[in-house]
């Protein structure tokens, strides 16, 4: 189909630093162009100290609304005028949308990841998940699980700094939610037995199986993986980690970050323009864009 531009074409786009290297662009113009909105959407490197004035030009500029990405997305939260349940919790946004001069701040990434489970069969409402990482990733995971009524969530990370400052938001979200959340210490092998021995579901929300340390596995014990406990890793490139192929090895279920990159993406089209995302059109583009 063709890109026409006119008068009435709105803006849509991603604040990051750097920003260039997004996939983001291509997958909402294709959607864009697929269910005929007359939007175009591009990357802008926003420097920090300009973000208030960026996030500003949203309303000055009438734009549709924009992505976040690296380093702005706590610091973008006191620039918007209301936040979803999930970006108030989290403390950070990924999405905002433009409501005539009313900015919405949201986080899709966790919705990203469970439209994923849902897409690949794993139904985890209601039982209990074990996930390795407490970052932003896992957060914006353990977050929305918490949201959609998954009951428990044993999270495991390394016990440093960050470990104590994440304890009080994880408690926070367990109360608001009703999910029991638990935090413990990576290294302690005998509860992450335990945990994974109770859990339905194992997801790396760390970034161990990423390029450098792509030979490397987040789970210290690659014994405790079983068929029926199915593995979601965040890492989508390379595409199979080698948590993964330990996983498939033993016949269970193992999905990479790819469908979580997508539904992301999906979740703040739907959120701008009411509009599903082509999903089926633009997993194949985003698959041949990662492998370039
Ligand atoms: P963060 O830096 O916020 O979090 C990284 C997490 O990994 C932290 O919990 C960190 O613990 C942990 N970690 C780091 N090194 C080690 C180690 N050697 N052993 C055990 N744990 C470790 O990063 P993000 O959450 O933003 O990103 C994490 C991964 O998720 C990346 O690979 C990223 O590409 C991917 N991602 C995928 C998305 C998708 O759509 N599929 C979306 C967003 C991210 P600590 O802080 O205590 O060091």
């Not at 100290?49 to 997305?73: C, Y």
């Not at 979200?173 to 029991?180: D, P």
């Not at 330990?246 to 016949?251: L, Q, V």
């Not at 790819?258 to 599903?276: N, P, S, V």
Request: charged share 20%.
């Amino acid at each position: 189909m063709e890109n026409e531009i006119s008068g009435r074409t709105r803006l849509a786009g991603l604040y990051a630093l750097p920003a260039r290297h997004s996939f983001s662009p291509m997958m909402h113009t294709t959607a864009f162009q697929a269910t005929g909105v007359d939007a175009v959407y591009l990357s802008f490197d926003v420097q920090p100290e300009r973000l208030g004035q960026s996030i500003q030009a949203i309303r000055d500029l009438d734009m549709l609304g924009i992505n976040l990405s690296m380093p702005h997305k706590m610091e973008a939260v006191k620039y918007v005028d209301e936040l979803s349940q999930a970006a108030r919790l989290i403390g950070a946004i990924n999405t905002i949308v433009n409501q005539n001069g009313k900015l919405i701040g949201h986080i899709t990434d966790g919705i990203g990841c469970m439209e994923s489970l849902k897409q690949n069969g794993i139904k985890i409402i209601g039982k209990r998940m074990t996930i390795l990482g407490a970052g932003g990733a896992a957060t914006a995971i353990i977050t929305q699980a918490a949201i959609d009524g998954v009951e428990a969530i044993d999270v495991f990370n390394i016990k440093d700094d960050f470990y104590q400052k994440i304890e009080p938001k994880l408690a926070m979200i367990a109360e608001e939610t009703h999910c029991q959340i638990q935090l413990h210490d990576l290294a302690d092998e005998k509860q992450l037995s335990e945990s994974l021995a109770a859990s339905n579901l194992l997801i790396n929300a760390t970034n161990i199986g990423m390029a450098p340390k792509t030979e490397q596995m987040p789970l210290p014990d690659p014994s405790l993986l079983r068929k029926d406990l199915p593995v979601f890793d965040v890492i989508y490139h390379p595409a199979e980690t080698q948590l993964l192929k330990a996983a498939k090895a033993t016949g269970a279920k193992a999905v990479n970050g790819l469908g979580m990159l997508l539904y992301q993406g999906a979740a703040a089209f739907k959120l701008w323009t009411g509009k599903e995302m082509p999903v089926k059109q633009i997993q194949p583009l985003l698959e041949e864009t990662i492998k370039k």
